[in-house]
């Protein structure tokens, strides 16, 4: 799996150069630039389904194994590939939480897993980013691995550049109030965490005008 994962990303990596023209921005380059050393989570905004393919090159020394909705899958050959790709399947109308299992056995070998909290992509008019779903930050909190926050504006396809951010690492128990319910403390977290990548928007905006 990671093999055809690399052979993927060593073939695609000179032809999508012309094609995303992604112009990566930091929020502290000495603290995480492009290389991750050891289990993380990536955890990103969701524009479209090219966000993966654009963090899978940014983030190119590793293999990320994205969570991915259970409807690509059922698209062949899509499925197949996601799935030699090693993504990991998310049934998100069904009572099945074996993905977050599957994510933290990624994690338990030093892996890095990739997540798009809000769930699916936001309908026209409806406010970005969508809240996130808890199972981000109970995977994060049971982990204790990083969280690398990652913002991207989707400009995918089109004259003008895509700007991507990456974010310092944070560490979700460090969020947590020991004064808080587990419940009450899944949501600060996860609500931390959208704000974060929040945050990465308006530093994006800001380094992207000066540029």
Same mark, same amino acid.
């Given at each position: 799996?990671?093999?055809?994962?690399?052979?993927?990303?060593?073939?695609?990596?000179?032809?999508?150069?012309?094609?995303?023209?992604?112009?990566?921005?930091?929020?502290?380059?000495?603290?995480?630039?492009?290389?991750?050393? +050891?289990? %993380?989570?990536? &955890?990103?905004?969701?524009? =479209?389904?090219?966000?993966? @393919?654009?963090?899978?090159? !940014?983030?190119?020394?590793?293999?990320?194994?994205?969570?991915?909705?259970?409807?690509?899958?059922?698209?062949?050959?899509?499925?197949?590939?996601?799935?030699?790709?090693?993504?990991?399947?998310?049934?998100?109308?069904?009572?099945?939480?074996?993905?977050?299992?599957?994510?933290?056995?990624?994690?338990?070998?030093?892996?890095?897993?990739?997540?798009?909290?809000?769930?699916?992509?936001?309908?026209? +008019?409806? %406010?970005?980013? &969508?809240?996130?779903?808890? =199972?981000?930050?109970?995977? @994060?909190?049971?982990?204790? !691995?990083?969280?690398?926050?990652?913002?991207?504006?989707?400009?995918y396809f089109n004259r003008?550049?895509?700007?991507?951010?990456?974010?310092?690492?944070?560490?979700?128990?460090?969020?947590?109030?020991?004064?808080?319910?587990?419940k009450e403390n899944l949501?600060?977290?996860?609500?931390?965490?959208?704000?974060?990548?929040?945050?990465?928007?308006?530093?994006?905006?800001?380094?992207?005008?000066?540029?």
């Amino acid at each position: 799996m990671n093999i055809f994962n690399a052979f993927v990303r060593l073939t695609a990596y000179p032809v999508q150069l012309p094609v995303f023209r992604t112009k990566i921005y930091y929020e502290d380059k000495a603290v995480q630039g492009r290389r991750i050393r +050891g289990a %993380a989570i990536v &955890l990103s905004n969701h524009t =479209s389904v090219w966000d993966y @393919a654009v963090w899978m090159f !940014v983030f190119f020394t590793r293999t990320l194994r994205a969570q991915m909705a259970e409807v690509l899958f059922q698209k062949q050959p899509l499925g197949l590939f996601l799935k030699w790709m090693g993504g990991i399947r998310v049934d998100r109308n069904a009572s099945d939480f074996g993905f977050v299992t599957r994510s933290q056995e990624i994690l338990d070998k030093g892996g890095v897993v990739e997540i798009f909290p809000e769930s699916r992509l936001p309908l026209k +008019g409806e %406010a970005r980013p &969508l809240p996130f779903k808890p =199972s981000a930050a109970y995977l @994060a909190l049971q982990s204790g !691995v990083p969280v690398i926050p990652v913002f991207t504006d989707g400009a995918y396809f089109n004259r003008r550049r895509a700007h991507v951010i990456i974010g310092k690492p944070v560490f979700a128990r460090d969020l947590t109030d020991n004064s808080l319910t587990e419940k009450e403390n899944l949501t600060r977290v996860s609500d931390a965490l959208r704000q974060k990548i929040i945050s990465l928007e308006k530093q994006l905006n800001e380094q992207a005008t000066k540029s």
